[in-house]
């Protein structure tokens, strides 16, 4: 039995469209998109479901660091408009520190990871035409294969 849930989100430009509501959101794809919405909803529910049969023996590890040749800001000029009591607070003009929690399970090892990370969740160039979880999909699909 489900007693607790922590959803987790991270955005992508590169998704379906059609499931949400507001008309900005929904104007590439020319309305709500039944299927979309139906796809979304019934895989999260059977993830819910699943989850219990899955519990297994394991551990979960927390650390945090710097990863300093990851990200940049996406307007320097703008960060420097600042001001500079504020600037001097920090190293880098973006956050460098990634804070990250990994399951381990004692037979397979890792089986999931939860991070936090300051980068804007959009690798894809506009001329993408495919459905992509972007980076923080592309580092999901590495730690499964």
């Known amino acids: 039995?489900?007693?607790k849930m922590l959803p987790l989100v991270a955005f992508t430009h590169a998704g379906p469209g059609g499931y949400l509501q507001y008309i900005i959101y929904i104007v590439t794809s020319l309305g709500f998109v039944r299927?979309?919405?139906d796809a979304l909803v019934n895989g999260t529910e059977k993830s819910i479901i699943q989850a219990p049969e899955n519990l297994r023996p394991g551990s979960i590890?927390?650390?945090k660091g710097g990863l300093l040749d990851a990200g940049v800001n996406r307007s320097p000029s703008a960060y420097l408009n600042n001001p500079a009591s504020e600037r001097n607070k920090y190293?880098?003009?973006v956050d460098k520190e990634m804070t990250l929690i990994k399951f381990v399970d004692?037979?397979?090892g890792p089986v999931g990871a939860?991070?936090?990370f300051a980068t804007h969740g959009t690798s894809m160039s506009r001329t993408n035409l495919l459905i992509s979880g972007d980076n923080k999909g592309a580092v999901a699909r590495f730690m499964e294969d």
């Open 35 to 37: 299927q979309s919405y």
């Open 114 to 116: 939860v991070n936090w």
């Open 106 to 108: 004692n037979e397979w």
């Open 91 to 93: 190293k880098y003009n």
């Open 61 to 63: 590890f927390i650390n």
């Open 1 to 3: 039995m489900l007693r």
